[in-house]
């Protein structure tokens, strides 16, 4: 079984809907990550959070939300979505043990809004 | 602020052909430098990573990395490409001494033809 596993893998919705993309960890990692990737822009970070009481802005949070429900996951909303939203969508983790914080990334939610 | 650049968004090679990947990078501390490789439909899988240990780095799948501090480059290497290695790579920076943010080049992606 999969380490970091995301829910939707695929997702279609409409402008102005709310949706929520899922995240879960079997790690035990402390820290966990939502990112997006778009083409040709590589992958930038949206929120991170470094435990359950813990929720920082990313690069690029505006649109988005998240939820800590508890250690092993880590839910990302669009309150409304547009559809320059539209992209892939990357959960990660890592251990606060680790010095260099190594990253361990889902296998992805590719969103499309129509 | 740390930023990483990738040269060249498409490099095509023959198979058994070298692989060279090129990034650099920007930071105002000594850095923490990460390959990723991502495959179609898959999350991103850690190559290999640089944390002062030792200049040159060997990873997974025969691909190695070479930190060169006065270049402030990154590059990637392997001596003979197979057709698995179709891919796209990512190289990505953080800072030591707390916070783990990533910061993401924008990807190159590894055609390998026969």
């Known amino acids: 079984d999969a380490d970091v596993t995301q829910t939707p893998r695929n997702r279609i919705t409409k402008t102005g809907k709310r949706i929520m993309l899922e995240c879960s960890q079997t790690?035990?990692?402390?820290?966990m990550y939502w990112y997006r990737q778009d083409p040709g822009l590589g992958l930038r970070l949206i929120y991170y959070s470094f435990d359950v009481k813990d929720i920082n802005k990313g690069e690029i949070s505006d649109g988005y939300s998240v939820s800590r429900q508890a250690q092993a996951k880590f839910s990302l909303s669009l309150e409304s979505a547009i559809p320059n939203q539209t992209a892939l969508y990357f959960c990660?983790?890592?251990?606060?043990?680790?010095?260099?914080?190594?990253?361990?990334f889902g296998p992805g939610t590719r969103l499309l809004v129509l | 602020a740390q930023s990483v650049t990738q040269l060249g968004s498409h490099v095509s090679v023959s198979e058994g052909a070298l692989v060279l990947l090129r990034c650099n990078y920007s930071s105002s501390v000594p850095p923490y430098l990460f390959w990723y490789v991502q495959y179609p439909n898959q999350g991103l899988q850690l190559l290999l990573k640089y944390t002062s240990a030792a200049t040159l780095v060997k990873g997974i799948n025969g691909f190695e990395a070479e930190f060169k501090k006065s270049e402030t480059s990154f590059h990637l290497t392997k001596p003979s490409a197979h057709m698995s290695d179709a891919a796209e790579y990512f190289c990505a920076v953080s800072g030591p001494g707390g916070y783990n943010k990533l910061i993401f080049g924008a990807g190159t992606r590894l055609a390998v033809h026969p």
């Open positions: 990660a983790t890592s251990d606060q043990r680790d010095s260099q914080e190594t990253q361990y």
């Open positions: 790690k035990g990692h402390d820290r």
